[in-house]
Each structure stands twice: as C-alpha cells, then as structure tokens.
C-alpha cells in the first residue's frame, strides 16, 4: 500500500514539473542601444572594419553614442543598409567594450583605436534624413 502511495506521489510531482516548465524564468541578454548621427568614419586597416563616430541625437545624462565599430562581417544592417555613412541617423545595440578597431603603425605592428562597442545590428536612414 505504501508503494503504492509513493508511486502516485513520483508520478504526481513528476506531471507537475513537466506541467510547469514552459513558466520557468530565465535570463536573457540585455544588450545595450545607441542612437546617433554618423559625423565621420576612419577605416580599421587591421582589422579590416571601420570605425565611427556617432553625435548623439538629443542630449541626455548618459551619452547613448560615440566612437562604435562596424565590422561587416558580424554586424547585422537593417533598413537602408549605410552605417557609417556620414549624415545618416543610426539606430541599434552594441556590444559594450569590444575593441575591435585596429590601426597598422609602420613599421610592423597595429594599435587598438579606443571605442564604446562593436555594433551587433543597426538601422539607418537616407543621407540627411530621420529614422
């Protein structure tokens, strides 16, 4: 009788793990945005990527632009496809603090030129215009 018992109990806790694990929290990634106005770009010449910088569009405490990378291979555009054209509105998510810019010094070495992140995906306008 108390196998019984017990077999009923397994099976209850069991249909109920099962039951609720669609409502589990999980964590997800929370990737920081920018928003900016492309002023000018500098090419990565050794990490073959390009490197702008970013006005912001309407002041705030926390700056949300300035110096990003793109590099096209890892970069998602959407909308015009024109980062770092200069004149063009950007809008996106960064990954915070990747140094993926590299510069060649003669005679034989690179140098990481500083930025806030790697863009992961940005949005664009036309030349002069406004998301």
Known sequence: MQKRFRNIAILIVCIALIGFSPFL?????SL????????FTFPCTCSLSLWGFFAPL???SFPLAG??????W????FLNFLPTIPLTTNVG?????????????????CVPIPAVGMMLYVGT???GGVI
Do not use: E
Not at 32 to 38: A, L
């Open 25 to 29: 929290a999980h964590a997800q990634l």
């Open 32 to 39: 920081p945005g920018f928003t900016g106005m492309s002023v």
């Open 58 to 60: 309407y002041i705030t």
């Open 67 to 72: 110096p990003m990378v793109y590099v096209p």
């Open 74 to 77: 890892a970069t998602i555009p």
């Open 93 to 109: 998510a960064y990954i915070p603090a990747v140094q993926a810019c590299w510069f060649y010094v003669p005679p034989v070495f």
């Open 125 to 127: 306008s036309l030349p």
